[in-house]
């Protein structure tokens, strides 16, 4: 987890379960310290999610609590761009926005400062907040929380659909056609420049020349309630950018068509499916140091 603004003292997030030590039981789950975050009116993030696609049905491990903290409102935000595969880390992010939840892009390079870090120095992965006026802490904890933000390891992206940006909402009568807005700028070539509505891409942009900006107006067609995103990514690394690849994507910005909630049942049935490996997981772990612990 990555707990920013506590009010009060820190916090040692994510030390259970290891083994043979004084910290071997499962408990504190993670929500337990979400909790605790939030008690000091702190932002809880889930970081470097994920290496590879999840496969509830296949996986010989499932253990990670991310749906059940999400629906319980414990994650502020999502560390789409960490130590982690962020293509994968995408995929997850997406099945939840997929279902409603309003989860903003967060960003961390999780370097290991004291030595050459195996992905990159301090400040590889950020994420950019837009401030109106003045910057203070006030301003940028509501931002991240808000989800005005892009996250990034190099490229630098802007997105204006009808006059909105990341973080805000769009309320339509009906579906309909709305007016979009893209840029991008990047030290690196990039390959794939993308507009995402609901975990599809409806508009690709294709780069020319250098392949480092762009600004490009069009419309995008809006057919049910769900939410949007852009995205700049590329197939495969790049010496000027020391992470796996080059990738960028701003939060979404959320749409409502005819005062309808998004659905997608496939998705909940994937969440669904998940969270029984992880209950039967816990269920049959017999290292938690009391059976309160484990109820």
Do not use: C
Not at 22 to 42: F, R
Not at 103 to 115: E, F, H, R, V
Request: hydrophobic content about 40%; overall charge negative; charged content about 20%.
């Amino acid at each position: 987890l990555g707990l920013l603004d506590l009010d009060d003292h820190f916090l040692t997030p994510d030390f259970a379960a290891y083994r043979e030590s004084a910290l071997a039981s499962p408990y504190p789950h993670n929500g337990v310290i979400a909790g605790l975050a939030h008690a000091q009116h702190g932002l809880v993030g889930y970081a470097h999610p994920f290496d590879a696609p999840v496969n509830p049905d296949k996986d010989r491990e499932l253990s990670n609590g991310l749906p059940a903290d999400v629906a319980l409102g414990n994650a502020d935000y999502y560390e789409l761009v960490g130590f982690s595969d962020h293509r994968s880390s995408a995929d997850i992010w997406y099945r939840l926005l997929n279902l409603g939840f309003r989860i903003p892009a967060g960003a961390g390079t999780d370097a290991m400062a004291n030595y050459a870090s195996l992905r990159g120095p301090v400040g590889m992965n950020r994420v950019f907040i837009a401030i109106v006026g003045e910057t203070t802490p006030e301003k940028l904890h509501s931002g991240l929380k808000q989800g005005r933000t892009f996250v990034t390891n190099g490229p630098l992206l802007g997105l204006e659909i009808d006059g909105k940006h990341p973080g805000d909402d769009i309320t339509l009568i009906k579906p309909t056609t709305l007016p979009y807005h893209v840029s991008l700028r990047s030290i690196v070539p990039i390959d794939h420049f993308e507009l995402i509505f609901n975990g599809r891409v409806i508009a690709s942009h294709h780069l020319n020349g250098a392949r480092t900006q762009a600004d490009v107006s069009g419309r995008v067609e809006i057919p049910a309630s769900g939410w949007l995103v852009l995205r700049a990514w590329n197939d495969h690394s790049n010496p000027k950018i020391q992470d796996i690849y080059p990738y960028a994507s701003t939060s979404p910005i959320y749409v409502t068509v005819d005062q309808k909630l998004p659905r997608s049942p496939a998705d909940a049935a994937y969440f669904v499916s998940w969270l029984d490996r992880v209950i039967a997981g816990a269920t049959a772990r017999s290292d938690y140091n009391s059976p309160q612990e484990k109820q």
